[in-house]
């Protein structure tokens, strides 16, 4: 298993994925958040067609991490199922890949 994960949440506003983000950041649960503004999500939810604006939160975690990072964006996020996806990161580079793994390193001020 790869030791470094990046992670997909989308929020309904820039303010909750920034808020999301910076949590995370600071609770060493994630080295880094990327947020794309203006993503066009189409979906279902309930039996109607969903076609809603988003932003897509880009973390990058320790794999090892995913767990408590998936119960914090549950209890920080806005929607009742919010969307918690995760890749494991094949390949990059390993300074950059080192850094994931310094910023997360246990001593995390969030269990």
Same mark, same amino acid.
């Given at each position: 298993?790869?030791?470094?994960?990046?992670?997909?949440? !989308? #929020?309904?506003?820039?303010?909750?994925?920034? +808020?999301?983000?910076? !949590?995370?950041?600071?609770?060493? %649960?994630?080295?880094?958040?990327?947020?794309?503004?203006?993503?066009?999500?189409?979906? +279902?939810?309930?039996?109607?067609?969903?076609?809603? +604006?988003?932003? %897509?939160?880009?973390?990058?975690?320790?794999?090892?991490?995913? *767990? /408590? %990072?998936?119960?914090?964006?549950? &209890?920080?996020? /806005?929607? &009742?199922?919010? *969307?918690?996806?995760?890749?494991?990161? #094949?390949?990059?580079?390993?300074?950059?890949?080192?850094?994931? %793994?310094?910023? !997360?390193? !246990?001593?995390?001020?969030?269990?």
């Amino acid at each position: 298993m790869s030791e470094i994960s990046i992670v997909f949440v !989308t #929020a309904g506003s820039e303010e909750e994925a920034a +808020r999301i983000g910076r !949590t995370l950041v600071e609770e060493r %649960l994630a080295a880094c958040a990327n947020i794309v503004p203006g993503i066009r999500s189409i979906y +279902r939810w309930k039996g109607k067609i969903c076609d809603e +604006r988003e932003f %897509l939160i880009m973390i990058k975690t320790r794999t090892s991490k995913y *767990e /408590s %990072l998936q119960k914090r964006v549950k &209890e920080l996020h /806005s929607y &009742e199922i919010p *969307e918690i996806v995760s890749f494991p990161v #094949a390949r990059g580079l390993p300074q950059y890949l080192d850094w994931v %793994l310094e910023e !997360t390193e !246990t001593g995390s001020e969030y269990p």
